[in-house]
């Protein structure tokens, strides 16, 4: 059985999946952590789109992928503020308008480069299995520079997931935080692309933490819980895809998105039994 577990990493290429995944779940369960929090689950999956015109160009051509990815992002965000400023629509419509619009520019681009299907699927699910040193040095960074951010941001970050207006009267200057936030969300997808695509990643995005805050109520709490869920479907995700022979990525974010939902059914259990049992001391005392 042990051997199982193990024979996995005993290849190179694997370790390095592993180190990226790990560092890549630190980083997005950071930064995940607010996205709960805030609710702004669809502005993570539309930045996790918006990223991808800009790969696809430095992909094409041979640039600089994280330059592509970040200048994409810029532009996603930029417009995002442009057009909730400048109409009367929601942020929700403008998000989902530029969502739709930066996925369509991204697969036209790709398809004019020629080999349509097997790019996409690169950059949309990732490259887990040819994951470089180069790569795990990347997710590394981006990992560091996240838990410094969120140290430093640690209030305004705070204030500003339960009350803006709270924020701006602390002088906290919300508008700031949350571009530094968008930003910050922004970075780890692009860091993360190559490990499991800028699709899935969205999934780590938001699977650990959410499954974090089924269980914890404090912010550092939920920050740890969601590491430590994040990097069970890393590492149960390389094993079971080793073995089964499925696509790695997709294995590593269908496992975090099942331990959401088997804790969930776990807290309602648990909940369902705690309610019966105040109700039968009721019945008793009565």
């Not at 996603?76 to 929700?92: F, H, K, N, P, Q």
């Not at 936030?181 to 997808?189: D, H, K, P, Q």
Request: proline fraction near 3%.
């Amino acid at each position: 059985m042990l051997e199982l577990l193990v024979e996995p990493f005993g290849f190179v290429f694997l370790r390095n999946t592993l180190y990226a995944g790990l560092f890549t779940v630190v980083a997005s369960s950071l930064i995940g952590t607010w996205v709960v929090l805030r609710g702004m689950s669809f502005m993570g999956d539309a930045l996790a789109h918006g990223v991808l015109p800009g790969i696809a160009v430095a992909y094409i051509v041979g640039g600089n992928l994280l330059l592509g990815g970040a200048i994409s992002a810029g532009l996603m965000i930029g417009g995002v503020s442009l057009a909730s400023a400048r109409s009367r629509l929601g942020e929700d419509v403008s998000i989902g308008l530029l969502f739709v619009g930066m996925l369509a520019a991204g697969v036209a681009i790709i398809s004019k480069g020629g080999a349509y299907a097997g790019d996409l699927t690169t950059i949309l699910f990732g490259e887990p299995l040819g994951v470089r040193p180069s790569d795990v040095r990347v997710a590394g960074v981006a990992a560091v520079l996240t838990l410094v951010a969120t140290v430093v941001l640690y209030r305004p970050f705070l204030v500003l997931s339960f009350s803006r207006s709270k924020a701006q009267v602390l002088g906290l200057r919300p508008g700031l935080a949350h571009l530094a936030m968008l930003a910050l969300i922004a970075g780890v997808i692009i860091a993360s692309f190559r490990t499991v695509g800028t699709l899935l990643v969205f999934a780590l995005l938001v699977a650990p933490p959410a499954t974090a805050a089924l269980v914890a109520r404090r912010v550092p709490v939920m920050m740890a819980v969601a590491i430590g869920v994040g990097s069970l479907a890393v590492v149960a995700g390389l094993i079971v895809s080793y073995h089964a022979a499925t696509a790695t990525g997709p294995t590593i974010a269908g496992l975090a998105v099942l331990t959401f939902f088997l804790v969930l059914a776990g807290v309602e259990v648990r909940d369902r039994m705690a309610r019966r049992r105040a109700v039968g001391r009721g019945t008793v005392a009565a």
